[in-house]
C-alpha cells in the first residue's frame, strides 16, 4: 500500500483533515440572496494549508452549476486570461451566442455574423458578466498566491469597478501575509482592507488524532499525544505521518528526522524571510519558558511600541499566537527547537 501522508505541497493530499468550520464561513459569505461580502483573502505561512483551502472551497463551488468557477494563475495577464477562460466555457457558449456577443477580434473564437467584434478587453468582460449576473449566474475568480504585480493591481481595481456596477463577481484569494499586506496598501485598492481575511487555524487535533490511530492502530491517548506533535501545522501532520509509515518506527523515535524535514522544507524558508526584529522576537521567545508579553519584551530589548508593532506582525502571519491576554506562543510545531538551533545564545 502507498503511504497515506504526502510532503508535497499545493495539492489535496490524500489524508485531508476537514476545515468545513472555517470554510463554511466563506461560503456563506459568498451565498445566498445578498452576499456579506464578494472578496476574501486566505492567509497563513507556508505549509498552513492555503492552497489546500482554497482547491477544497473552490471545488465546493464548482459543484453547484448557478457558480462558475475560474482559477487564475497570478503570473498571467488576469483580466486577459478571466476573459479566455469565460468565453472557452462550453456551457456558457450558448449563453454570450444568443447575447451577440462577438470576441473574435479578442482571439478567443466566437465569430458571431453581422456582430461587429468588441475590441476592449474590459468591455467584452463587462458584456459576459452583465450577461451571466442577468442570468442568475455568479463568477468565482480564485488567485493563488497573490501578490502586488502590475497585473494583479489592473485586475483588482477592475474588479472593484465590476463589483460597484453590481454585477456578480467574487474573489477568493489566498497570500503570505506580507504580500496581502502590500496590495492592499496601493492606494487604489484600499477596498481590500475591509474584505474579511482568514487566517488559517491549525487543524483540529482530535481529527488529527483520530487519522493517526486509524492509520497507525494506536489507542487514544498515543494517537492523541501524536497529534499533539503536530500542533494541528498541517505540513507538519503530513511530515510525522509519512515518516512513521515509511521509517515503520514509532512517532517518537523520529524526532531527528521530523526536525529535518520541517527545516529544510518549510522553516528555513520562513526564517529568511522575517525581518531582524522579529527574529529578535521569536529568539527571545525561544529563551524563556514563562511567555509573557513583558517577558519577552525584556527579553528581546525592544521597546514597548517597536514591540507591539513587530509582535502584531507575527501574530497576522501566524507564526505566534496569543492563547491568553498578555500571553504569546509558538503556533508551529518545534519551532522553538528550530530556532535555538539556529539562534544559539
Ligand atoms: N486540511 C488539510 N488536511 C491535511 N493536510 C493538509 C491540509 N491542508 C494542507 N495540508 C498539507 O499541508 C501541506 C501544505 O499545504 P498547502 O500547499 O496547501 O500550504 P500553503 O499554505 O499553500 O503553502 P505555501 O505558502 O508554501 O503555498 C501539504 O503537504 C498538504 O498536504
Ligand atoms: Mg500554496
Do not use: H
Request: with cysteine.
Amino acid at each position: 500500500m502507498q503511504n497515506p501522508f504526502s510532503l508535497s505541497f499545493g495539492k489535496e493530499p490524500e489524508s485531508l483533515i476537514s476545515r468545513d468550520f472555517q470554510s463554511s464561513d466563506i461560503i456563506s459569505g459568498f451565498t445566498g440572496e445578498n452576499p456579506a461580502y464578494q472578496v476574501c483573502m486566505i492567509t497563513g505561512v507556508r505549509g498552513s494549508g492555503k492552497t489546500v483551502a482554497l482547491t477544497t472551497i473552490s471545488n465546493q463551488f464548482r459543484s453547484d452549476k448557478r457558480w462558475i468557477v475560474v482559477d487564475l494563475n497570478p503570473e498571467r495577464d488576469l483580466l486577459k486570461m478571466l476573459a479566455a477562460e469565460l468565453s472557452n466555457r462550453r456551457e456558457l457558449f450558448e449563453i454570450f451566442r444568443d447575447a451577440k456577443i462577438n470576441l473574435s477580434f479578442l482571439g478567443f473564437g466566437l465569430e458571431i455574423d453581422g456582430v461587429p467584434p468588441i475590441t476592449d478587453i474590459v468591455v467584452a468582460l463587462r458584456r459576459m458578466l452583465e450577461k451571466l449576473t442577468k442570468s442568475g449566474m455568479r463568477v468565482l475568480i480564485t488567485i493563488d498566491e497573490a501578490s502586488s504585480t502590475p497585473s494583479f493591481r489592473e485586475f483588482a481595481s477592475q474588479f472593484q469597478i465590476f463589483m460597484r456596477e453590481k454585477l456578480n463577481v467574487f474573489l477568493l484569494m489566498t497570500g503570505l501575509y506580507e504580500n496581502i499586506s502590500k496590495i492592499q496598501d496601493n492606494k487604489n485598492l484600499t477596498f481590500l482592507y475591509r474584505a474579511p481575511k482568514l487566517l488559517l487555524a491549525p487543524l483540529n487535533l482530535t481529527l488529527i488524532a483520530a487519522k493517526y490511530k486509524e492509520v497507525f492502530q494506536l489507542d487514544d491517548k498515543e494517537a492523541y499525544k501524536m497529534a499533539e506533535a503536530t500542533k494541528g501545522y498541517p505540513f507538519a501532520f503530513q511530515v510525522l505521518g509519512y515518516l512513521c509509515w515509511s521509517r515503520q518506527k514509532r512517532w517518537n523515535e523520529l524526532m531527528p528526522e521530523y526536525d529535518a524535514y520541517l527545516e529544510e522544507l518549510a522553516y528555513e524558508k520562513m526564517w529568511s524571510e522575517l525581518s531582524e526584529k522579529d527574529r529578535q522576537i521569536v529568539s527571545a521567545m525561544s529563551r524563556l519558558d514563562d511567555l509573557k508579553v513583558e517577558n519577552i519584551r525584556a527579553e528581546a530589548g525592544i521597546d514597548s511600541n517597536l514591540f507591539s508593532v513587530y509582535r502584531q506582525r507575527l501574530l497576522k502571519q501566524g507564526i505566534i499566537a496569543s492563547p491568553s491576554y498578555g500571553y504569546l506562543a509558538f503556533t508551529l510545531p518545534r519551532f522553538k527547537e528550530y530556532v535555538q538551533r539556529v539562534m544559539p545564545d
